[in-house]
């Protein structure tokens, strides 16, 4: 059943969120202390549960994958219902920090592939794949195995 | 005109769901015959989404982009926290444990530095601006990891919507370079393997700006950085309004 899959995403999102409330509370904060992330755990357990025990259900992943692709025309209303006026006085905090992140984690990227040593390329990959493809295959001369 | 726009407001929800399909078919089609696929739809039409809230704003004077024009009061139910939050834990189905063993070692140390080293960055920018208060540092911190993560985080810690735009917008700028500049440099910094791939997915972050750089650059690319990418979003919505939040309130001493 369709629900099925909704309620399960509706129980992990509550869940989380309670436990994100009460991480805060515990922690003297008036903050959701990291909800979301906890509920998203939950739905992978669920889901490693689900499929362990063989009741992982065409309904139930349909309640829960239409609303995972949901998110972006979700993401796309949350934007448009922003106070993107006063924001825009930072206009500049954007583009420095975008910029920035992205020139930096390009640097790391070069960095940990020059620490980490050489690995076969994608083309180095494929040709190797395509020799053995085409290289002649003992034994089995009629096709058929043993 | 009176009966049209009463049975917007009337069904404001379902007046959501239409104007944001149509603004994805627009960003769909602008994505595909101005950018030549280059630029996601989804990064077009969230920026657009984000126009859209300025001319709001400007034309309403209200403070809650176009959610503030009684025929289109559903975007702010669609776009609220309630059912973002609902969306995006959806999007941890998806997630294949047996998958992310694959990526190993290498893909975790990617995620929690792609994690880490933008939000670092995204503060210290956001203090240079002026902001002081924790709240504000954190979000546009978190903005900078993606532009889910920062609204995420704000929400979470409440920070005010200007602050919150701005991390939206960070992200989405982010991720827009992404995909633009990822062909140009995958040469100088060794993006031809799957390995590069991962670690540049984990480091990256943003799914759509990794899938739309990689698609770019080798298309034979793509799954392996999407595999890292997609735990991006969830370390990022775990660590940022927690671990990250109280550390930056630890040295803003708020």
């Not at chain 1, 040709?127 to 002649?136: F, G």
């Not at chain 2, 929800?13 to 015959?33: E, P, Q």
């Not at chain 2, 950085?225 to 969830?234: E, I, N, P, V, Y």
């Amino acid at each position: 059943m369709t629900i099925s899959g909704v309620a399960l995403l509706a129980i992990c999102t509550l869940l989380g969120g309670l436990l994100g409330d009460l991480l805060g509370v515990a922690l003297g904060v008036k903050a959701n202390v990291g909800g979301v992330g906890i509920a998203m755990m939950f739905l992978i357990a669920a889901r490693l549960w689900l499929m362990r025990h063989g009741i992982l259900s065409h309904g139930l992943k349909t309640g829960v994958e239409f609303w995972g692709s949901f998110y972006i025309p979700i993401v796309v209303a949350m934007a448009a219902q922003q106070n993107v006026v006063a924001a825009a006085k930072g206009g500049p905090v954007v583009v420095i920090a975008g910029i920035g992140a992205v020139a930096v984690c390009f640097a790391m990227v070069a960095l940990i592939g020059r620490f980490s040593g050489r690995v076969e390329t994608m083309d180095e990959i494929e040709a190797r794949e395509a020799e053995a493809l085409a290289a002649p295959v003992p034994h089995f001369k009629s096709g058929r195995i043993g | 005109m009176t009966m049209m726009s009463h049975i917007l407001a009337a069904n404001a929800l379902i007046t959501a769901f239409a104007a944001v399909g149509i603004l994805m078919w627009i960003s769909g089609a602008i994505s595909k015959h101005l950018t030549f696929g280059r630029i996601h739809a989804s990064a077009i039409a969230i920026m657009l989404g984000l126009a859209l809230a300025f001319w709001g704003g400007i034309s309403t004077g209200g403070e809650k982009g176009v959610a503030d024009l009684p025929a289109l009061a559903g975007i702010g139910l669609m776009g609220g926290a309630m059912l973002r939050d609902f969306a995006i834990v959806a999007t941890a189905f998806e997630v294949d444990v047996v998958h992310a063993r694959k990526a190993g070692v290498i893909g975790a140390i990617a995620l929690g530095l792609g994690t880490v080293v933008p939000f670092i960055l995204g503060v210290f920018v956001a203090a240079a601006f002026g902001y002081t208060d924790a709240e504000s540092l954190t979000t546009i911190g978190a903005g900078a990891v993606t532009y889910i993560v920062g609204p995420v985080t704000g929400a979470a810690i409440g920070a005010s919507s200007p602050v919150i735009a701005l991390s939206i917008a960070t992200g989405v700028f982010k991720a827009v370079i992404v995909m633009i500049g990822t062909p140009f440099v995958a040469k100088m910094i060794g993006l031809n393997n799957p390995r590069s791939a991962m670690v540049f997915g984990g480091l990256m972050g943003t799914v759509s700006g990794v899938s739309g750089g990689l698609a770019a650059t080798d298309r034979r690319l793509v799954p392996y950085g999407a595999l890292t990418a997609t735990f991006h979003t969830g370390l990022g919505c775990l660590v940022a309004p927690s671990i990250l939040y109280f550390a930056v309130r630890a040295i803003t001493g708020g």
